[in-house]
């Protein structure tokens, strides 16, 4: 099929199922307008009142026509004729020529063409980080040329194309690493000027394992190979090439780069198959300790502990331990927040010199049509690339009422009433792996597709098959079961998924990112901010070695290098920055509200508004960090203070930093840490806090402070000005936050933004009252 035809067929089909003209997706790079004055404009005529297309198409041109002045120029103009789902047509034409057609009998409306490119997930488009933009972020950082991102991770596929170095220059100077040779990976071949080094660490594991890793037997490579797939697809998020026409079976079909395309890999594979998956600390700090030295700028970690969390001083938790170092040597470290939301307190790499990502979602979705016999269509989500099932019987598990009830989990592969049917389920729980077995039985059973109710309108996984697994909400599925018992004879037909781009689709927090308020210490605010996590289309390790693949994938670990890359864009723009104002510059200049306006909400039983728990700062926006006008910097000092405020001892705090500690004899207030957030777990009385600020905008700057908060506490600044000149750069403000409750009480949240008229520098606030003893 050509790609014109395609891109008119997906139009059609897109209308067939919107009855208003709504948004054009395309995929391909779109010329400059010959003429300035036109534009194309989309004229919606409604439903097709003639069957005769030939007919239809006439009367379009004839219509254009009389705005237009000759059919000559109306067929000029055309860009499309809808005659099929609709009736309706796109044309170049100026606004006036629009206005006027706009008036003619028939016309619904008339509409301006709205053009998307689907990027690399969509998400790097999404974010403001198109290429065609020459003052975002990507272009004004000569798209992170120079810098250097170090990922630990399961390794990398070196052969995959979007690790190709066209266009780019020299390997920086400064770099030291190696690219080590071993397992199927010739370390002389698989580096070139964008994957510039590669190794892998083992030992730690072997040790722990007690005897040597076989790689046969789990599928691993004893080199820097990737074998699962998720170091591949994390390194092209954060840095991949440009590779055009990449699509997962036609689904997200467009460009594929990564945030920083300019920027170099380097690869610490760290993780290793034994056990489905497993990084020894070891093996993790040899990492950091390996990328110290070799000069990366920016450390990509989308690895998590588990719950409960080592001390930031723990020699076990090697994350918090490499990534201070790393931070001290000015290396900025990006971790995953985990995935085990929507459950409080469940965030990890809660360490305040880490950037910590949780994960959202884009503006995309994979509409699926359920046809039910009674001519009723409803639309699911999912990654069905397969045939349509035509009409096939509709079966619900039912049971009796004195039996336990059968949910999607329950299924089995010995459940021969499967057989040629499609199967509604419930889900019960938010268990992915009993869900997987569930959906793997109907097909073991030979049933012909799945339809699955649940509560969360997006997950951890993609069950991206040929077999349709198609997700509908408990309503929607309520529904459907209403239909099944309202007829003897319940009939369904799926059709496979389609892309969709852009509204009416939101912004919200994913089901499974892990939230706050961090368990270890409260008082810091984690996670820090979200980016983009669900569905993401990247590198994949291919069937065989030679040919590309992408795959899609979701989880924080997809989320966290969207991040990184951001913070190569920011290291090349800055590269005296240090992580703590790189961070602050993201977490002050986060969306809280969604793009087009509204609300962003936190996927959960039930979804509700997002809080800083939810997503820290907000949802990631580069354009915002390239100019946040003041930032919050912090050096190892700063968090050595934050040590002796959680009450380490010295011995413990110098395990960590190497270098000889004296607490102060007052323990010093971790309220006073200068994170550009504020947390506040136990509010007992008026408590004031203080906070620097210091200024990276015009050197003759006034900002005015705003605080934003619900009914019963109180928030007072000083001062509530900020004057900056040659003279002064930094300056330290008090906040002092009070409680009008008088009962213990959950979070409540806000902000305090400090604005210039032209920067908004918004901080999080989330304070808690307790009034005496808490039980719970």
Known sequence: ??????????????????????????????????????????VYLGKRQHPDVELLTRTHHEMLSTVLGSEETSKESMVYSY?????????????????KLSKLPGVVHVTRNEFYKLQTTRSWDYLGLSTTSPSNLLNKSKMGNGVIIGLLDTGIWPESEVFNDEGLGPIPSRWKGVCESGELFDGAKACNRKLIGARYFIRGLQAEYGQ????????????????????????????????????????????????APGARLAMYKVCWQLYGGVCSDADVLKGFD???????????????????????????????????????????????????????QTVQNTAPWILTVAASTVDRSFPTPIMLGNNQTIMGQAMFTGEDTVFATLVYPEVSDLMVSRNCESLSSTDDWMAGKVVLCFVSEYNMSLLDDGIWSVKEAGGLGVIVARTSSDY????????????????????????????????????????HVGKPLSTSVAYFSSRGPSSNAPAILKPDIAAPGVKILAASPPDRPTNGAFAFRSGTSMATPHVSGIVALLK?????????????????????????????????????????????GGIVN????????????????????????????????FQLTQHPTV????????????????????????????????????????????????????IAVRPEILIFNSKTKTITFTVMISSAHNVNAGYYFGSLTWTDGGHVVRSPIAVRTEVGESFF
């Open 572 to 616: 090349s723009l800055y590269p005296d920055w240090s992580p703590a104002a790189i961070k602050s510059a993201i977490v002050t200049t986060a969306l809280s509200a969604d793009q087009s306006g509204g609300p962003i909400f936190a996927e959960g039983e039930p979804s509700k508004l997002a809080d800083p728990f939810d997503f820290g």
């Open 622 to 653: 580069p354009n915002g960090a390239a100019d946040p006008g003041l930032v919050y910097d912090m050096n190892t000092e700063d968090y050595v203070q934050y040590l002796c405020a959680m009450g380490y001892n010295d011995s413990a705090i």
């Open 663 to 714: 607490c102060p004899s007052k323990e010093p207030s971790i309220l006073d840490v200068n994170l550009p957030s504020i947390t506040i777990p136990s509010l007992r009385k008026p408590t004031i806090l203080t906070r620097t600020v210091t200024n990276v905008g015009p050197v003759n700057s006034k900002y005015k402070a705003n605080v934003e908060f619900a009914s019963g506490i109180n």
């Open 212 to 259: 040597p890793y076989n790689t046969s037997a789990n599928d691993d490579y004893m080199s820097p190979r990737d074998p699962s797939g998720h170091g591949t697809h994390t390194s092209s998020i954060a840095g991949g090439s440009f590779v055009a026409n990449v699509s997962y079976h036609g689904l997200g079909l467009g460009t594929v780069r990564g945030g």
């Open 1 to 42: 099929m050509s790609l014109l035809l395609h891109v008119k067929n997906t139009i059609i089909m897109s209308f067939v199922l919107v009855p208003l003209l709504l948004i054009l997706n395309v995929h391909y790079m779109l010329p400059a307008l010959a003429d300035s004055n036109s534009n194309v404009y989309i």
């Open 83 to 99: 005659k099929h789902g609709f009736s309706g047509f796109a044309a170049k034409m100026t606004e006036a020529q629009a206005q």
């Open 290 to 344: 390996e990328a110290i030295h070799d000069g990366v700028d920016v450390l990509s970690v989308s690895l998590v502990a588990d719950i409960p969390l080592y001390s930031d001083v723990d020699e076990r938790g090697s994350i918090p331990i490499g990534s201070f170092h790393a931070v001290a040597k000015g290396i900025t470290v990006v971790c995953a927040a985990g995935n085990a939301g929507p459950r409080a």
């Open 460 to 499: 951890l996984y993609s069950y991206a098959t040929r077999f349709p697994c198609v997700q509908v909400t408990y309503e929607t599925g309520t529904q459907i079961l209403y239909y099944i018992r309202s007829t003897s004879n319940p009939q369904v037909r799926l059709s496979p998924s389609r892309t």
